[in-house]
């Protein structure tokens, strides 16, 4: 990443457009993973549990979660916001399966301007994280959000 994609959003931090701060947004998600009794993969009632609890695979003939699910002790099955999540746990669990749940509370960040109320998306990852990185170094105010 070069320094001038970078200097090109100095305004946030310089100054010279007021009022952008770095709204830093904490989610709630959950990782979900099913984990089975054997290590190569479900048994035959572990199978017929994923089919009845997991939507994605309810409609899938039984071959092709055969197919999905051989060989894997441990299946991850998405991450979710924290109350779908509970939702599909507790499905999973009903059905007498073993859920594994991992908080990912990945902080995000999100320039936004206290003045015109408005925000900045920046497309590129990589530029963005510069950007955040450079902002924060140069003292741009940090607002805290809870989703």
């Known amino acids: 990443m070069s320094s001038s994609e970078v200097l090109a ?7 010279s457009q007021p009022g952008w701060v770095l709204t830093r947004l904490y989610g709630n998600d959950v990782g979900l993973s099913l984990k089975f ?26 071959s092709q979660v055969i197919e999905r699910l051989r060989g894997c002790p441990i299946f991850f099955l998405g991450r979710f916001e924290s109350r779908y999540a509970r939702r599909v746990a507790d499905a999973c669990r009903n059905e007498g399966l073993s859920v594994l749940e991992k908080i990912l509370d990945t902080p995000q960040f999100l320039p936004t301007n206290e003045i015109t109320k408005s925000v900045l998306v920046i497309e590129d990852d990589e530029l963005a994280k510069c950007v955040y990185d450079s902002a924060l170094q140069h003292g741009i105010p940090v607002r805290h959000v809870e989703n």
């Open 37 to 62: 009794e054997q290590p190569d993969g479900p048994s035959p009632r572990e199978l017929m549990a994923v089919r009845r609890s997991v939507s994605e695979y309810k409609s899938l003939p039984l």
């Open 9 to 15: 959003f100095q305004y946030l931090w310089d100054g």
